[in-house]
């Protein structure tokens, strides 16, 4: 499984965009990049995937450059309810079934 | 549509005392997965189960053990509850979407056990 390293905490002012990279240099051909969100006191729950270039959907925008050694989760003008932790995984996760979390991001959005 | 569901939600223990957590999916998914989260921590994978009657470790499997006799089950064992295994714990299920597009994992809603 690829290591995978982002920033441990983020401050944000509601309104703004909020974007969190995830450096993975020893990413494999077969591995996908997915993106989980947690709120306090909750499970985690899927945001967004993406194998190269740019993924959109109604939450977040997923932006994968070309050598896949990192990629940057994109939300939108955050508000107070994006406070929550958000967590970068990369591997070939269908294939091999291991679904391993590392420390996350804690983005704090503020008023 | 329940999803997944783990049982008990809430648990308190005394050092020494057995206990089984119980997850239950009915999506029927192939896998399946239980993590521990300490305060301030990401989750930490114990076990996982990629098909009935299969189970491996995760990167913190120590001091539990696992079955998964049905498909829809889980089950996480404690057969000697210590005070360092305080925590949430989180089951998980996904399909198995083979090589390529991951498949989204669903998460349980938390049991929340304290070993005094």
């Known amino acids: 499984l690829a290591k995978t390293t982002q920033p441990i905490s983020m401050d944000s002012y509601e309104g703004q965009e909020v974007n969190i990279t995830c450096s993975h240099n020893?990413?494999?051909?077969?591995?996908?990049i997915t993106w989980y969100q947690q709120f306090p006191s909750q499970g985690p729950r899927f945001i967004i995937q993406?194998?190269?270039t740019k993924v959109t959907n109604e939450v977040a925008s997923l932006f994968i450059p070309a050598d896949r050694k990192s990629s940057t989760l994109s939300l939108p003008r955050v508000s107070l309810s994006d406070t929550a932790v958000y967590y970068c995984?990369?591997?070939?996760?269908?294939?091999?079934?291991?679904?391993?979390f590392g420390q996350g991001t804690t983005l704090q959005v503020k008023p | 549509n329940a999803g997944v569901t783990q049982t008990p939600k809430f648990r308190v223990l005394k050092t020494g005392q057995s206990m089984t957590l119980l997850c239950a999916q009915d999506?029927?998914?192939?896998?399946m997965y239980w993590y521990r989260q300490d305060p301030g921590m990401g989750l930490r994978l114990i076990h996982y189960?990629?098909?009935?009657?299969?189970?491996a470790k995760g990167e913190v499997p120590d001091g539990y053990n696992v079955s998964r006799l049905k498909k829809q089950n889980f089950l996480l064992g404690l057969e000697s509850a210590a005070p360092s295994q305080t925590s949430v714990y989180f089951c998980?299920?996904?399909?198995?979407?083979?090589?390529?597009?991951?498949?989204?994992?669903?998460f349980g809603q938390g049991t929340r056990l304290t070993v005094v």
């Open positions: 998980a299920s996904s399909y198995s979407s083979g090589r390529g597009l991951n498949a989204e994992a669903f």
């Open positions: 020893n990413i494999a051909t077969n591995d996908y």
């Open positions: 993406g194998y190269k």
């Open positions: 995984l990369v591997g070939d996760i269908g294939n091999t079934g291991k679904l391993i």
């Open positions: 999506m029927n998914h192939e896998y």
């Open positions: 189960s990629v098909g009935e009657g299969t189970t």
